[in-house]
């Protein structure tokens, strides 16, 4: 049985609402193997969780680097928000021992549970928002989130992965890289991509993402360890 005020504790918020904290933690297969569990699952406040994400980083970016163009202030963010970091971020917080999922979800520790605590993350700052508004929801992504930016820019993650690993492996390899969608997943508002990296017929790696762009970048991020170790 899930202790959900132990959970929201762990999380550093106290909730005037906690079913919206269990409602975040929801995942919709969850609810599909218990049909007669009241609720609902935490794509919708995913869905808010998302832009009200974008709009924290972005403010907190913009004030961080006054000097800074738009283009730099795009690459920190997307290095930010995207899954990998997101899901890190999850997993540091103790969320994958709090979300309610189905028995099959349970056992997948792959790319599907990576997607699954970045929507969850999203979702947990949706009902936040809804539960205290704006500035505590902002407290929280600079308490759990942009303190990661110091390591996005001492590792460089922040660059184009994509130009960086054409360029690796155009002098490694002397092939230029070519990418393919895999899968494409999920409800018009939320899709899901997985894309693989590949040289000549062999794939390299693979990344994820809500867009191609992103899961492309995703790709060519696990694609550079993987030729440089």
Known sequence: MQDFAAHAQKLG????????????????????????????????LEFLGDAVLELIV????????????????TA??????????????AEGLGVNDMLLLSKGEKK??????????????????????????YEAAAEFVART???????V?????????????????QEKKNVTPTYKTLSETGPD????????VFLSDKEIARGD????????????QAALVKIDS
């Open 189 to 196: 508002h939320d899709k899901q991509f997985t894309v693989g």
């Open 108 to 133: 997948d520790t792959g790319r599907a549970r990576q997607i699954i605590l970045a929507n969850a993350y999203e979702a947990i700052l949706g009902s936040i928002y809804l539960d205290q508004g």
């Open 13 to 44: 918020v106290t909730f005037n609402n906690p079913t919206l904290l269990v409602e975040a933690l929801t995942h919709r297969s969850y609810l599909n193997e218990n049909r007669t569990t009241a609720g609902s699952h935490n794509e919708r």
């Open 145 to 151: 989130l942009t303190p990661k930016i110091d390591i």
């Open 209 to 220: 993402g809500k867009s191609k762009q992103e899961a492309e970048q995703a790709a060519a």
């Open 76 to 89: 920190y963010r997307a290095a930010l928000v995207n899954t990998y970091s997101l899901a890190e971020t």
């Open 153 to 169: 820019l001492k590792n460089r993650t922040w660059q184009d992965a994509k130009s960086h690993f054409q360029e690796v492996a």
């Open 58 to 73: 972005t403010h907190f970016l913009f004030l961080r680097f006054p000097s800074k163009p738009e283009g730099d202030l």
